[in-house]
Structures are given as C-alpha cells and as structure tokens.
C-alpha cells in the first residue's frame, strides 16, 4: 500500500479557488487509481471526483461537475483536486484515497481504496 498526504487546504472566501494536492510515497503511483473524498459535520463521506490509472478517464459528483478538476502527476507521484468557483457548502475535509487496479479502472466505492491520507480542511466563507 501507498501513503498519502494531503496538503493546500485553508480558508477562501465563496467564488474562490483552491488547489489540494496529495502526495503519494512508498508504491508506484502509476499503478493505483485514485479519488478525493469529502465529509462534512453531520454529513456521510461522499465521492468528489476519481481518475484512472492512465488519467484518461476521470469522474465528478454533480455538485462539482464544471467547477473541480482532478488530475495526476505520476512522475512526481502527486495527485491534485483544482477547486474553483467555491461554495460554503463545499465546506468539508478533503481526504484523497488509492486503490490499486489492473487495467485502467475507475473506483468509485470507499471499500475499493485501500490507502488514504488523513485529511485536509477546506472552510468556505460566505
């Protein structure tokens, strides 16, 4: 298993934009489709947007469909969650998680990631 570490989280204004990025050591990036999860107080962890192994083949929540993106640097083992137009209610920890795959799959169940960071805090102000 790889592991991750979350880092840009912080505080922006609604309409503003923010870049987390995950950092994955101890494995081949390559090799693990990856996602970013979201929960918030009171809220079930939820699916924010996925990407396959080749990042050919990504996936959105329609809450962000249009606003986030996500992408992946496999040469420097990172993987990113661009977040733009920001809402309070995108209010959430943002935790990025890797599943190792054969073929190029999308993930998209919690159970299918076997690796996670720890989270990072992304607060949107009214």
């Known amino acids: 298993q790889v592991q991750l570490v979350e880092s840009g989280g912080g505080l922006v204004q609604a309409g503003g934009s923010l870049r987390v990025s995950c950092a994955v050591s101890?494995?081949?990036?390559?090799?693990?489709?990856m996602a970013w999860f979201r929960q918030a107080p009171g809220n079930e962890r939820e699916l924010v947007a996925a990407?396959?192994?080749?990042?050919?083949?990504?996936y959105y929540a329609d809450s962000v469909k249009g606003r986030f993106t996500i992408s992946r640097d496999d040469a420097e083992n990172t993987g990113y969650l661009q977040m733009n137009s920001l809402k309070p209610e995108d209010t959430a920890v943002y935790s990025c998680a890797a599943g190792f795959v054969i073929g190029d799959l999308l993930l998209h169940l919690a159970e299918d990631f076997s690796s996670w960071g720890q989270g990072t805090q992304v607060t949107v102000s009214s």
């Open positions: 990407i396959s192994r080749s990042g050919s083949s990504t």
């Open positions: 101890g494995g081949t990036f390559s090799n693990y489709a």
